[in-house]
């Protein structure tokens, strides 16, 4: 069973893999055996998180990606195709946040939330599906959030663009099932990297976060990378249009 | 990647036929102590004897009928005296009859709750105590599309997965606490893929399911699901193995459709 958990041989492009969760996903994918392309804006990390891969054994190559930028898409999935072999495993993760009193946000912020939350999602699968489609299989899993079903004040683009993750997810597992491609939507909740963290800082913040989750506990990032792995291995292979809450119980979303 | 498995002590309901029959072989394959919780001895020993030959640390078969609180009860005493602990449940034990609501008999109906509903309240109730004392535990129980949004000829079977995807969540809000996670794997329909898979006792036996074996029924059924087929036993297992292991440490109180896009929610 566990070679069915196995992604070796697949190649993985990750979006946000610079940093918290992205970079978790992918040293977990790497660790599974894929090769991956770690994609972010900042090449010193995404260089450290090629490095970090490596150094475990893996094969990995780092990609310099603004994912608000439709010809980097294009540009990034050919460079990946042509170093590691055509994508099957697509992660898009980057994302950003903001928090804001809905009545100060403006078209600016509310446009850049978006496009970077949604609209690169669209384009990234946009770019990797045809390859998909000719190799017969592919799996490309979109980070959402619980925060795209709970109602969370002053993160209005933030909770809209997770929200949406959603429905882009069941739209494109819809049709491309028949290409033998699988879409599913992995949603943290809370999870232990510079955010919340920084959020959580003091004691009392704290408590009134955890009071929230059944677990009584913030996830790790090696959690999500280990969903990661489900969701990019051949265990997954009958499931799709899903989203799935890695958040110690705080949503059950039904 | 590496569920470690090995070595836990894992209960399956039902773990003779079709899906439970998969789902424990799964395990046998990651080298854990497999107790099987099976009301059909005969079908119970050939799983339990083909489980050894697998790589399970160990396999045995506790007769168990999982609609009687004592069954259930001395079952897991059994277990937990013979292994110290019980890490990871399966409620698989599942049955419907293919009819219309109005064209059921009563006795049908509550045959359905027996088995579906009551049998997982049981279970669950009998291996919280021993989970909540080492403060761990993972319950994965088989829920059902029709759980999630209705189904023709499904009513009652239904609202039984409907419950039991309820009653895990309202169980992980209370027990997560304690560190014991309880999710839900949702398959779609799931036919055996021969007569050897499933006992005597399975609903595949009953005459009235017998009709969905024909390849013509199959290929109209196939054509619900943007995958394009029926679900093999062997699709459902590797979820319930990925929720069971410590991969899913934070994940709780979660429904998974495993079911080929059937349901997207």
Redesign the interface.
């Known amino acids: ?2 070679d ?3 992604v070796e041989g697949r190649v993985a492009l990750v979006t946000g893999a610079g940093r918290g969760i992205g970079r978790a996903i992918a040293m ?1 994918l790497g ?2 055996g894929a090769a991956v392309a770690c994609a972010a804006r900042s090449r010193d990390q995404v260089e450290a998180a090629a490095a970090a891969i490596a150094a475990a054994g893996g094969r990995a190559r780092a990609l310099r990606l603004d994912v608000t930028r439709p010809e980097q898409i294009v540009a990034g999935v050919e460079e990946v195709a042509a170093a590691l072999g055509p994508v099957d495993v697509l992660v898009n993760n980057a994302g950003i946040t903001m928090e804001k009193p809905t009545t100060e946000v403006t078209d600016e912020d509310w446009d850049a939330v978006l496009a970077t939350n949604l609209t690169s999602m669209f384009r990234c699968a946009r770019a990797v599906a045809p390859g998909m489609i000719r190799l017969g299989r592919g799996k490309i899993i979109n980070v959402g959030s619980m925060y795209g079903v709970l109602g969370v004040p002053r993160y209005a683009a933030y909770c809209a663009s997770k929200a949406a993750v959603d429905g882009l ?2 739209s494109l ?2 049709e491309w ?2 290409h033998g491609i699988q879409v599913n939507c992995l949603a943290p ?1 809370y999870v232990n990297t510079d955010i919340p963290r920084a959020a959580m800082a003091d004691e009392r913040t704290r408590a009134l976060f955890l009071s929230k ?5 913030v ?2 990032p090696e ?1 999500v990378g ?2 990661a ?2 969701l990019a ?1 051949p ?8 989203t ?6 705080q949503t ?1 979303a ?1 | ?3 470690n498995l090995a070595g836990k002590s894992v209960i399956v309901t039902g773990g003779g036929s079709n899906i439970g029959r998969a789902i424990s072989l ?1 395990f046998a ?2 080298g854990t102590h497999l107790t099987l919780a099976e009301i059909d001895e005969g079908q119970g020993r050939k799983v339990v004897a083909e489980a050894k030959s697998r790589g399970a640390a160990s396999a045995a078969l506790v007769q168990t009928d999982v609609t009687r609180w004592e069954s259930v009860q001395a079952m897991v005493r059994e277990v937990e005296g013979r292994l110290g602990r019980v890490d990871v449940l399966v409620n698989n034990v599942g049955w419907t009859y293919d009819r219309l609501f109005v064209e059921k008999e009563r006795s049908e109906w509550e045959r359905e709750i027996q088995l579906n509903l009551w049998g997982m309240i049981n279970c669950t109730r009998a291996v919280l105590d021993g989970m909540i004392a080492r403060k761990a535990g993972a319950v994965v129980s088989m829920g059902s599309d029709a759980g ?1 949004m209705g189904e023709f000829r499904e009513a009652v079977y239904g609202a039984c997965k409907a419950g039991v995807i309820a009653l895990s ?1 309202s169980l ?2 209370e027990v ?2 304690h ?1 014991i ?1 309880l999710n839900v794997v949702c398959p ?1 329909m799931t036919i055996p893929a021969s007569d050897e898979d499933f006992g005597e006792r399975s609903m595949w036996a009953a005459d009235v399911n017998r009709a969905f074996s024909t390849p013509e029924m199959q290929a109209r059924i196939a054509k619900a699901y ?3 087929r029926i ?2 036993p062997e ?5 319930v ?2 929720l069971a292991s410590d ?15 059937y ?3």
């Open positions: 069973m566990a069915r958990f196995s977990a660790e599974a997810t069941r597992a819809a099932a028949r909740g989750v059944p677990a009584r506990r996830g790790e959690e280990a969903l792995v489900y291995s265990a997954s292979d009958f499931m799709t249009g899903q799935v809450y890695l958040d110690g119980g059950m039904w | 990647m590496d569920l799964a394959r990651e999630r969540k992980a809000r997560g606490r560190g996670r779609g943007p995958l394009r679900g093999k699709d459902v297992a590797p979820a193995l990925f991969a899913a440490s934070f994940i709780t109180g979660q429904t998974l459709s495993v079911s080929g896009g349901t997207m929610m």
